[in-house]
């Protein structure tokens, strides 16, 4: 491996930007002298890595957004693979966004590149079957996984495959929590402090956060002293979240507070129960702890495409559930997801003493599922290994 390999990584999502940062971060630690460069997101281009084209152009949401935006990711396609090509870095490594990555890796290899290809997070095979597992296995140099069960999908091929723990339980586990977040927001005390995640896209925003803060409204009638906090993911989502609220009973600053997003995991740390859209957040707040009821509300068209076009089939949405595999959070997806079934399953989960503690200690069992949590720089020792290869 020469001195100061030159490292090319494609990140195409916030929570990629976030894996690729600590990542990042070993990486330098370890070799000090390699040059990083990619499509990288604010977090990642705090380390100053050399910016080709920034995250922010690939974020896209649903299958509907992703045929709307079809020309330009071609277009963006095209330029970072012949970016690569005429860079020729040591080695390429792809964070998540799969459906882009494994198509980028087969181009790369057809054109002729001889670096190392490395996907760090693998597909969801349990979600898209394991058609892709053949494509991955004739490109990649090495997968490095998040779930320990992932392994299983490749032991009949010669790719090389690594558990190195999950980044979320990394981040939860070493983040210094604000003993004092709730006071500097002005947030009353209340036993019922109630989390709302609805989602950091504006699309997710508009479709969750009306469902969630009816179901709160009717939460508070059973509860009044209850506190409802929703989480901000950031500030340019802000006025549309205002704008939902006039349409809402609860008033601001007295029933309802925003909660910004460098004060997450405080929030999920000290609620009593949340609201929460599917995604990567059903695991944050089952980290914590913290018992759940999630929504999956879909556009019609984004609906009618998983269903009947990719014929998409899971047994759970939510990740805490496909870990534990079986129910922790109740799920209420597309027609169930109304207010009034939230407003139920979330008095279930707060109230009732035995359903409330089966949910905690399932969430327990997720953490130790895990098997620890360092992460990145068990992932930055995999990739050196690669390189030295």
Not at 271 to 277: D, E, L, N, Q
Request: one cysteine or more; a positive charge; proline letters at 5%.
């Amino acid at each position: 491996m020469k001195q100061d390999p030159q490292i090319f990584i494609f990140a195409g999502e916030k929570s990629g930007d976030l894996h690729g940062y600590h990542l990042c971060q070993s990486l330098l630690q370890h070799l000090p002298e390699c040059r990083l460069s990619g499509v990288v997101g604010p977090e990642m281009r705090t380390l100053n890595i050399n910016t080709i084209m920034p995250m922010e152009e690939f974020e896209v949401m649903g299958f509907s957004d992703v045929f709307l935006s079809f020309r330009k990711i071609i277009n963006q396609f095209r330029y970072i693979r012949d970016r690569i090509l005429a860079t020729k870095p040591d080695a390429v490594i792809f964070i998540d966004y799969p459906g882009f990555n494994i198509r980028m890796a087969k181009a790369l290899r057809k054109r002729g590149y001889k670096g190392k290809l490395i996907q760090y997070i693998a597909p969801t095979f349990w979600a898209w079957g394991r058609s892709r597992i053949r494509h991955m296995a004739n490109t990649l140099d090495l997968l490095l996984t998040i779930y320990p069960f992932e392994s299983d999908f490749f032991s009949d091929s010669k790719l090389s495959v690594k558990y190195v723990g999950n980044p979320v339980q990394e981040s939860v586990h070493t983040h210094r929590y604000h003993s004092e977040w709730a006071e500097i927001l002005g947030i009353r005390p209340s036993e019922n402090l109630i989390a709302l995640f609805p989602g950091s896209r504006r699309s997710e925003v508009r479709r969750n956060l009306p469902i969630q803060l009816q179901a709160a409204s009717l939460f508070q009638k059973k509860h009044p002293d209850a506190c409802f906090a929703i989480s901000c993911a950031h500030t340019e989502i802000m006025p549309m979240i205002q704008e939902i609220l006039e349409t809402n009973s609860l008033q601001l600053n007295k029933d309802l507070f925003f909660v910004p997003k460098r004060f997450s995991y405080e929030l999920m740390r000290d609620c009593r129960s949340a609201i929460s859209k599917s995604g990567t957040v059903t695991l944050e707040l089952a980290l914590h702890q913290r018992p759940t009821v999630v929504m999956y509300e879909v556009s019609k068209l984004n609906y009618f495409i998983a269903k009947n076009l990719l014929r998409l089939k899971l047994p759970h949405f939510c990740m805490a559930n496909i870990l534990y595999g079986g129910t922790v959070f109740p799920e209420l997806i597309k027609g169930g997801c109304q207010p009034d079934r939230l407003a139920q399953e979330l008095l279930l989960l707060n109230d009732n003493p035995t359903t409330r503690q089966k949910c905690i200690n399932a969430c327990r069992k997720i953490d130790s599922t895990l098997q620890g949590f360092q992460t990145s720089d068990k992932a930055a020792q995999a990739i050196i290994q690669t390189l030295q290869a």
